[in-house]
């Protein structure tokens, strides 16, 4: 594999190197002999592992770490252009290429390209897929936002002509990819510091559809609003996924085992297949893997190969993932911290048996709190007992205007047990003292509530 438009490029930067994805497409350059060096705001296992491949990195963003050796400087959505770093390879002249145009750049340079979008469930669609191109020893190059046990990590470099990755809509970074599969899973309100509202979130998904090339497929959830809309104009064929008996792949007569694996009849054009069976839970997966399903068929894997890969994808992590058992007492940790995913995770839970239902929540950005603030009220209103934590700020700045105490005030009134605790210590010890033996716990958001888990489990 070759990136033909990165020729020219030998010494590379990244700014914000610790990233999921940075680390990844670092990875892939330095496995194309480039020399790459970068830095992140914290030192983590990801920049250690770095370090292992001989990429250096620095802890902090400093001037003095962009000098006039390097020809091209890779930063994130997420870097600010008063960065340090930032403001210095514009001083240099330095080329400067944004996260999203490199991530096309090595798109492109596949034979075949998939990406997965939607507002919601695209690394846990990314990986069940990615399980069935393994398990179809397609051996694809795989980029996803988590770490993936089949994989070992969040990259894998493989030796073929698939490449697969999410593809997100902040800031429009998908506008520059180009891929043959196109698979959107949902299209909602979310991301409001960056779009104005729904309806420029809708154009911003429509120039990405169109982005397909002609020879590919785009595969779309039948849930979807405005599906002719959205896809006018455009060449490459399209197929549905969903419960519409009128999709071209659906499901009926799903189930639930009691460890709230999903399994369903798979219909193609209204006529029956096969029962498909999944190691995952929620209706939400049955969704994912009908989408699977229909770029593996796109790709000629047979039902065999699919079916044996969807039993192989076991969640990826922190995707309703199991922490561990303590005193009778389920610890589950979910990435959730949107309104439509808060939802899917507690209706996921209801096919689980166990008793009271606890989740700490732990909001995530100011901006998504108050633009969404009325649909995290009726996603959170009905769970037995809520403890909400500070919202994570993430890339944000304190507004002043929106804080998790406002949250709890809305929700008292319907009479559920809720509190708000701004210290996991305390939120540690007041779970010791009121959870009680077969109950289940969820540890719920996209920043550092995960960690709540593994501290109960150590005590």
């Not at 033909?4 to 194309?32: A, C, H, P, R």
């Not at 020399?35 to 370090?51: C, F, M, R, V, Y």
Request: charged fraction near 25%; proline fraction near 2%; hydrophobic fraction near 35%.
């Amino acid at each position: 594999m070759r990136i033909t438009e990165l020729d020219k490029y030998k010494n590379i930067f990244f700014i914000g190197i610790g990233g999921i994805s940075m680390s990844g497409l670092s990875e892939v350059l330095n496995q194309n002999n480039k020399n790459i060096t970068g830095s992140d705001q914290n030192e983590s296992a990801i920049t250690k592992h770095l370090n292992t491949l001989g990429i250096k990195t620095y802890k902090g963003h400093d001037p003095s770490h962009i000098t006039k050796d390097y020809d091209l400087v890779v930063y994130t959505a997420a870097i600010k252009k008063d960065n340090v770093e930032y403001m210095k390879a514009l001083e240099l002249n330095i080329p400067i290429m944004d996260r999203g145009t490199l991530l096309g750049h090595i798109m492109d340079s596949y034979p075949i390209s998939i990406g997965v979008a939607g507002t919601h469930g695209k690394t846990t669609t990314t990986s069940m897929l990615s399980h069935i191109m393994l398990e179809g020893r397609l051996d694809p190059t795989i980029s996803v936002g988590a770490i993936l046990k089949g994989i070992g990590g969040n990259f894998k470099i493989g030796k073929s002509d698939y490449f697969i990755t999410e593809a997100c809509e902040y800031a429009n970074s998908y506008h520059k990819f180009f891929p043959n599969i196109n698979i959107v899973l949902n299209i909602e309100e979310d991301h409001m510091d960056f779009f104005k509202d729904i309806d420029e979130i809708k154009d911003s998904f429509n120039k990405y559809i169109h982005n397909t090339k002609d020879n590919g497929i785009i595969i779309l959830n039948d849930t979807i609003q405005e599906i002719p809309v959205i896809t006018k104009g455009i060449n490459a064929p399209i197929v549905t996924v969903g419960q519409k008996s009128s999709s071209t792949y659906s499901y009926q007569n799903e189930s639930f085992d009691e460890l709230g694996h999903g399994s369903f009849d798979l219909y193609f054009k209204g006529d029956y297949i096969s029962n498909i069976k999944l190691m995952v839970t929620g209706y939400h997966n049955l969704e994912n893997a009908l989408a699977c399903i229909a770029a593996a068929k796109f790709m000629g894997l047979s039902l065999d190969i699919i079916q044996k890969g969807l039993l192989a994808f076991k969640g990826a992590d922190r995707r309703f993932e199991y922490k561990g058992t303590i005193n009778g007492t389920t610890i589950i940790d979910d990435y959730a911290h949107h309104p439509t995913e808060i939802l899917k995770t507690i209706e996921a839970t209801t096919k689980i048996k166990h008793n009271e239902l606890w989740v700490v929540f732990q909001p995530h950005t100011y901006s998504r709190t108050k633009a969404l603030y009325n649909d995290f009220i009726d996603s959170l209103k009905d769970i037995d007992h809520l403890i909400i934590t500070d919202i994570y700020a993430a890339r944000e700045k304190d507004p002043g205007d929106i804080h998790s105490d406002m949250l709890v005030e809305s929700l008292s009134k319907f009479g559920k047990d809720i509190v708000y605790i701004d210290d996991f210590e305390k939120i540690v010890d007041y779970l010791k003292q009121n959870i009680l033996p077969n109950d289940m716990l969820i540890t719920m958001g996209a920043g550092s509530v995960t960690l709540i888990g593994n501290m109960i489990l150590k005590q």
